[in-house]
């Protein structure tokens, strides 16, 4: 029997048997009502988490295509799929329990925490360039300043799971990215190159020591902040997490060298404090590790705010706020993210050296809201974990940052519901005391 043209890819982050795949198949068709139904590729070693999958993902679609026989009736390859209704990337499923021993005696509507949904580019980091145009077609008036790396949901609706699984198998065509560069995976402590290094050295250097001050902490990290008076809050405020190896001397600079080219895209006198990290890994391997440790750190300072101070004006009758926000929604001049920060974690992560010349730098969100009851293409009891974007360049990494559309896009006028979404931030404290009505 030749294998299938398209086969859904699972992974698993806990011990499978194997005489137990029957029951896992059976799991994840709940909602399939067509025969004969889709096929399923089961790794069956452990991944640590979907960071690590993805990268073994990517790993094996390049070995694929690298490899590729040319004898009919053996699977071409992992094939593209329209994994979040919007453009065609890589998709895999994520096994965390063993909840699908008894899936047939639930109901498919009943809440059964178990599976991750992950969509994904699949271009390797390495590839060298990210295609500069949107991702979104039904938006193609608005160059997104970012591409989607990255999105991990939580399955609770089987049912609605199902319903997915089915939209997503149901393609006219399948495209395994044979003609197409998606990149080739390289080893995560090959050398920074001398090209890379002079124009780091040349961008470091360009950073004023009158305005900015470079410090290295007790605990190996970098702060680079403004020198302003010691009281004053910064404008800006992030931790940085760097990706890849480098020497001391190289994560100094390359600190350095971010700063100065976010600066240069920066309003004049927008003051900043930036601390960088170090990651002991290179590659997705080990970002739900930066993802904890950097959880840890802001818990540890509950002072500690993330992200750009704004001036917001909720409604025209209301005190405007003063409060940090930072980047949580593709579409800030709509004016949403004023009501409702859609995420509490925030991560600046740089996972290529040469990120002043390519998108290299990557943002992370972690612990959203609950998704809108009128969710109905992932189901809205259905989780968000994480969304990694990739920002095309070091512009709009400044822009983002800054949260620069705010100020040139006002709120709009308050609903009911927005008022509501205002109370709720101030019973949680993220704002700061209102300040005079302009």
């Known amino acids: 029997m030749p294998d299938p043209e398209f086969a859904f890819q699972v992974y698993t982050t806990i011990p499978l048997d194997s005489d137990e795949f029957g029951f896992?198949?059976?799991?994840?068709?709940?909602?399939?009502?067509?025969?004969?139904?889709?096929?399923?590729?089961?790794?069956?070693?452990?991944?640590?988490?979907?960071?690590?999958?993805?990268?073994?993902q990517r790993r094996e679609i390049a070995y694929r295509k690298?490899?590729?026989?040319?004898?009919?009736?053996?699977?071409?390859?992992?094939?593209?799929?329209?994994?979040?209704?919007?453009?065609?990337?890589?998709?895999?499923?994520?096994?965390?329990?063993?909840?699908?021993r008894d899936w047939n005696s639930r109901r498919p509507d009943e809440d059964q925490a178990g599976i991750q949904w992950v969509a994904f580019n699949r271009n390797v980091p390495q590839t060298p360039s990210v295609p500069l145009v949107p991702d979104d077609p039904y938006f193609t008036h608005e160059l997104y300043p970012e591409w989607n790396e990255i999105e991990v949901i939580n399955c609770n609706d089987m049912r609605a799971m199902g319903h997915d699984l089915k939209m997503v198998y149901y393609d006219e065509q399948w495209d395994y990215g044979l003609g197409e560069d998606e990149g080739q995976p390289c080893p995560s402590d090959s050398p920074i190159s001398a090209e890379t290094l002079t124009l780091l050295d040349q961008k470091a250097n360009s950073l004023s020591p009158d305005r900015y001050t470079t410090i290295t902490e007790i605990d190996g990290s970098v702060t680079i902040m403004s020198n302003m008076h010691a009281a004053s809050e910064p404008d800006l405020r992030y931790i940085v997490h760097l990706k890849f190896s480098h020497s001391v001397p190289d994560f100094i600079r390359m600190a350095q060298a971010f700063t100065s080219a976010l600066v240069?895209?920066?309003?004049?006198?927008?003051?900043?404090?930036?601390?960088?990290?170090q990651s002991s890994t290179s590659g997705l391997a080990s970002l739900g590790s930066v993802v904890d440790s950097h959880r840890a750190l802001v818990a540890s300072q509950p002072c500690l705010g993330i992200g750009a101070m704004q001036t917001i004006?909720?409604?025209?009758?209301?005190?405007?706020?003063?409060?940090?926000?930072?980047?949580?929604?593709?579409?800030e001049q709509e004016g949403a993210i004023v009501f409702s920060q859609g995420c509490k974690t925030f991560l600046v992560i740089l996972d290529r050296p040469d990120f002043l010349t390519v998108p290299g730098v990557l943002f992370l969100q972690a612990d959203m809201d609950k998704r809108d009851e009128d969710d109905t293409w992932f189901g809205f009891r259905n989780t968000d974990l994480y969304q990694v974007w990739r920002c095309l360049t070091m512009e709009w990494v400044a822009r983002r940052l800054a949260m620069l559309s705010l100020e040139e896009y006002p709120p709009k006028t308050q609903t009911p519901e927005t008022e509501l979404a205002m109370l709720s931030l101030e019973e949680s404290g993220a704002l700061t005391q209102p300040l005079d009505t302009e």
């Open 313 to 331: 004006r909720l409604k025209q009758d209301r005190s405007t706020v003063r409060m940090r926000t930072f980047p949580n929604s593709r579409t």
């Open 66 to 100: 690298n490899v590729r026989p040319a004898v009919e009736g053996v699977f071409p390859g992992i094939a593209k799929v329209n994994a979040r209704a919007i453009d065609k990337e890589g998709l895999l499923l994520l096994i965390t329990t063993h909840s699908y």
């Open 264 to 277: 240069a895209n920066l309003p004049d006198q927008r003051s900043i404090h930036l601390n960088f990290r």
């Open 24 to 56: 896992l198949c059976g799991y994840l068709d709940q909602g399939i009502d067509f025969k004969p139904g889709p096929s399923y590729e089961i790794y069956s070693v452990p991944q640590l988490d979907a960071f690590t999958a993805v990268e073994h």
